[in-house]
């Protein structure tokens, strides 16, 4: 709706409002198509954990067209029908799928601007953004592991659990464990004995003492052998008891694409123009916005990539600023007509010679400088407290901030001023939690692109004309680090690093962002 305001009609108010929906479908066909082990084909997937380097070795490769069918361990299908279903045989499968109920991700637009026009050619302008999207294409794992509550105390997993892993990472000895009902509850009074059975048929070792409470045994699994590994402790109790505590019996975790993820946006716009101008123009636009999201991926991403949450019975652990989320942008770009030669300001009376060498001349550039994008968080480097195949990124445990460093007789990294501080400053995350997501910034981002440019009027024609032209990219050469090592050594933390020191590459920079200075030179003849 455009308004024109008083002030000698130089001013008007602009708004708008759009609901629109987006396109989807294609690459999640794709994706499902390539992925999918439920139809016609039959797909058969050793379970996680079947076969190690000790006691359970594999069986060997002996060479190419090897009869694999005939390998231990692997079910060699019959008659497919339709539709291929999952064995309910308490493997522990990873897969993909999709929700049948997938529905058109919608948006919702608004804005409002006030533009006003100032003297000497000058327009500013200063608008607000929002957009809000529903339904959003994402992943979780509709097979998470339950969050059960004892009917009795009233106490789910994630708090009876948690109480544990904290008395883990303080050391505390199994003998000083009191009972918690969750476990008393719901696990059977010799829990003990059928879990020091479960570990000697599997691992050849008992691992944990006899004469245990059912709390006492599920902590002494954990602090002799799983560490914080519970979904691990999950599987190993519903394989000690026989009963279905927390997982599906046809999988350990199916992720699947579901219009489930939801982002809100608010931005703040101004921008000066200056376009009346007879010898320069420019633009200066400054942006401060904030997109925050569940879930930042693609349909691309895969189904336990960047469109992922964590934890679907709390989703909303997983909000937070989006990870493409940048709070500050300024650009500025500009054209100069030199005031020098005929016609202008300085030498306007020039002869010939003196106009084919000074006159003409035209300079350009191009500016921006924006905040940085969040950094990836520290993650657990080998366990997976809440879902099966996704590890939870790490929590703070006090106040952290980075300090990108530039490197020298050490690396370059995000934590540079004092890495050993800022490792222990982190926790691995409990059962249930996501950890902490999009917390931290990298380096911003800072260009300058200049050009100089003279046109030549021919002699023979004034129709004729030569342009030379020199370009710069990145005048000032500057080099703004971006990507990380994000392997178990360069961003994992150990089981409790709080009383460690960090692995020589932990936190480094392995990639600037932008280019290095790069000239160009060109030369253009109209005619």
């Known amino acids: 709706f455009p308004y024109t305001t008083l002030f000698r009609s130089k001013s008007v108010l602009r708004g708008g409002f759009a609901i629109f929906n987006d396109y989807y ?35 060997l490769f002996t060479g190419f067209n090897q009869d694999v069918r005939s390998l231990p361990g692997v079910i060699v299908p019959g008659r497919l029908t339709f539709p291929r279903q999952t064995p309910a045989d308490n493997s522990p499968r990873i897969e993909s799928s999709f929700d049948e109920a997938i529905v058109a991700p919608i948006h919702y637009n608004w804005n409002v601007t006030f533009e006003r026009e100032l003297p000497k050619g000058l327009t500013v302008q ?26 009795k105390s009233g106490t789910d997993w994630y708090t009876a659990a948690s109480a544990l892993e904290i008395l883990r990472s303080q050391g505390a000895p199994i003998s000083s464990i009191r009972p918690i009902p969750w476990f008393e509850n719901l696990l059977p009074a010799n829990f003990n004995a059928l879990l020091r059975n479960y570990y000697a048929v599997v691992y050849g070792d008992p691992i944990i003492p006899p004469g245990l409470s059912p709390t006492q045994s599920v902590y002494a699994s954990v602090l002799l052998f799983n560490g914080n590994d519970w979904t691990t402790l999950q599987d190993d109790m519903e394989g000690a008891t026989g009963l279905s505590l927390f997982y599906q019996p046809q999988y ?19 921008s000066v123009r200056q376009r009346l101008g007879q010898t320069l123009t420019f633009d200066f636009n400054y942006t401060l916005s904030h997109s925050l999201d569940n879930a930042s991926g693609l349909q691309t991403s895969g189904t336990y990539g960047t469109a992922f949450i964590l934890n679907p019975i709390r989703p909303r652990d997983s909000y937070s600023s989006s990870n493409f ?33 000074l006159g003409g001349w035209q300079l350009s550039g191009i500016f921006r400088w924006n905040s940085g994008l969040p950094a990836p968080t520290p993650y657990d480097d080998s366990r997976w407290a809440t879902n099966w195949n996704v590890q939870s990124n790490a929590v703070r445990i006090k106040p952290v901030t980075t300090c990108p460093t530039r490197g020298g007789t050490e690396p370059p990294k995000l934590f540079g001023c004092d890495p ?26 800072v260009s300058l692109d200049m050009g100089l440019a003279k046109s030549f009027t021919m002699p023979w024609s004034e129709n004729h004309k030569l342009q030379i032209r020199w370009e710069v990219f990145n005048v000032t050469n500057t080099q ?40 160009q030179f060109g030369f253009r003849y109209s005619f």
């Open 25 to 59: 479908g294609q690459q999640i066909a794709v994706t499902f198509d390539n992925l999918n082990t439920l139809g016609f084909t039959s797909n058969f997937t050793l379970p996680f954990g079947t076969y190690n380097t000790t006691n359970r070795p594999g069986p």
């Open 126 to 151: 200063a608008s607000y953004i929002g957009r809000l999207g529903r339904n959003l294409l994402a992943t979780r794992d509709v097979m998470a592991l339950s969050n059960l509550v004892d009917p």
């Open 252 to 270: 350990g975790a199916l992720s699947a694409f579901g219009s489930i993820a939801y982002s809100n946006y608010h931005a703040g716009a101004l």
């Open 325 to 357: 989320d940048v709070r500050h942008i300024i650009n500025v770009n500009s054209v100069w007509q030199l005031p020098v030669g005929r016609g202008h300001r300085f030498l306007s009376n020039a002869n010939r010679l003196v106009e084919a060498v």
């Open 420 to 445: 050993t501080a800022a490792y222990r400053s982190f926790r691995n995350a409990r059962p249930g939690e996501t950890g902490d997501r999009n917390v931290f910034r990298l380096p911003g981002y």
């Open 480 to 519: 703004h680090f971006s990507q990380l090592d994000t392997s178990r050594t360069g961003l994992g933390i150990t089981l409790d690093p709080f009383n460690e020191s960090p692995p020589s590459n932990w936190s480094n920079f392995t990639g600037i962002q932008g280019t290095p200075r790069i000239m």
